[in-house]
Structure formats: structure tokens, C-alpha cells
């Protein structure tokens, strides 16, 4: 296969996941069967009603913004966030590195009784001490870590709330998957939606989420279930799902 012929492929792979209805669930099951779609890719799907359709989702936490990857929002379906938090789950090691005003965000969030805006943060710790900019850097902050997660917004801000807090079972359901499980529904839909990729494409897509020797070793694992055809990508090893 060459890179041209991928690009056909993907995009008549595209044409079939397009969103059957510019609805609440058309959003919802699209989001599902695309996996990780960009905003510029939501955008282009729901046109105008983005924001209409996307901020409510955000807020019952069906779908997750996921500030994660470098320089771009994805969108992940709620059905995911178990894989997504025993992939990123952070450790104390990370904790630790956190600025000092992020970890008073995060305590203050946790705190709140409901999912809180950068301006009641910073009445919260003091409005002398910080500024609603401040705030809302630590807030992404903490997104990044997959620690905090934006949940819609109130009054045109965005509101926040712990992860673990929101999705109270995941401290058990954590205990029954492994990070290479996750790895591997990652690579699989990956190669669902994309058609065909070589391990270096695979691994530099999934980098936010798994090492690419993670990577590895799920393609390995799918290739010996005989779930893989291996391929070809302008003459360098692909694979593509049976």
C-alpha cells in the first residue's frame, strides 16, 4: 500500500463513521467509534452546534476532553476512562512535580461541593494571591496529568473536577486491567479507524498514552491472536486488522 492509497482508504473509512444525526447521541456515538477525535475533527463533523451539543456531554461526563496530547484537545467517549486512567495514572513522583499553586487548585477543587470555575478558585484561595489566569494555567495543568477534567461551564467558564471524583469506581476497576490491556484496545481501535499503519505510526499517535515498547508488544500480542494482517507502507511493515 502507498501513502496515497492510504489516504483513500482512511478516507472513505472516514465516510462511513460520519454521524448519522447532528445530535446529542449522534455526537456521543460518534465520538465512541472515532476514538480520539481532534476539535478541528469535531468541529468539522458538528459544524455550528458543537458547542451546543458538546458542553451538556461535558458536563454528564459521557464524553471527556482530553487535554493530554501536544498543541490539541481530543475527545474521548466515557466508556474509556478506565483504559485512559491505568494508562496515565499518576504517581507520587509526578504529584510531587507539581507547581505549588496546582496542587492548591487541585485540593480546592476536590473540596467543592460542585464541579468550581476559575473565578471561584481564586475566591476561594484568596483573590489577592493569584489571578483567574493563574488558576485556569493550573486547571490545564492537572488536565494534562489526566488528573482534572473540564466538565462544561457555568456562566461561560469552565468548570473542573477531580477525575477520581467524578468516576468513583475507578480506584476498584483499576485493579482488574492491566496498562497492556488498554495498550492493546488503543492500538486495536487505532488500527480500526485508520485502516493500516507501520508500529512507528501506531506508537507516535499513541505516544501521550503508551511508550511505543507498550506499543510493541500489543501488536505483537494482536499479531499471535491472528487478529493483524500484516501489510505494507511504502515498502515498510504495517499492519492492519483481520
Known amino acids: 500500500m502507498t501513502s496515497d492509497q492510504l489516504q483513500q482508504a482512511r478516507a472513505e473509512r ?8 447532528r445530535t446529542a447521541s449522534g ?40 487535554w493530554i496530547w501536544p498543541d490539541e484537545l481530543r475527545y474521548a ?21 507539581l507547581t505549588p499553586l496546582a496542587e492548591q487548585v487541585f485540593e480546592a477543587t476536590w473540596s467543592s461541593a460542585f464541579p ?9 484561595l484568596g483573590a489577592g494571591r493569584t489571578s483567574n489566569l493563574g488558576i485556569e494555567r493550573a486547571c ?13 461551564r457555568r456562566q461561560g467558564e469552565p468548570t473542573w473536577q477531580p477525575v477520581l471524583q467524578r468516576f468513583k469506581a475507578l480506584r476498584e476497576a483499576q485493579l482488574h486491567i492491566q496498562k497492556e490491556e488498554a495498550t492493546t484496545a488503543f492500538v486495536s481501535h487505532y488500527l480500526d ?3 493500516c499503519d507501520s508500529e512507528e505510526g501506531c506508537a507516535a499517535f499513541l505516544s501521550p498514552l503508551a511508550p511505543r515498547s507498550r506499543v510493541r508488544q500489543a501488536l505483537a500480542g494482536l499479531e499471535a491472536d491472528r487478529r493483524l494482517l500484516p501489510d505494507s507502507l ?9
Open 140 to 152: 490545564q495543568e492537572l488536565a494534562r496529568r489526566f488528573v482534572l477534567l473540564r466538565c462544561g
Open 77 to 97: 467517549s466515557a466508556d474509556l476512562v478506565t483504559y485512559l486512567w491505568v494508562s496515565l495514572r499518576p504517581d507520587l513522583a509526578r504529584q510531587r512535580s
Open 116 to 124: 468550581p470555575t476559575a473565578s471561584e478558585l481564586r475566591d476561594r
Open 234 to 242: 511504502d515498502g515498510r511493515p504495517a499492519f492492519r486488522l483481520r
Open 14 to 21: 472516514w465516510a462511513e463513521l460520519r454521524p448519522a444525526a
Open 193 to 195: 479507524v485508520r485502516v
Open 27 to 66: 455526537l456521543r456515538d460518534w465520538v465512541q467509534a472515532v476514538g480520539f477525535p481532534s476539535a478541528g475533527e469535531l468541529a468539522e463533523a458538528f459544524g455550528d452546534a458543537t458547542p451546543e451539543l458538546l458542553e451538556p456531554e461535558l458536563e454528564a461526563a459521557t464524553v471527556l476532553e482530553l
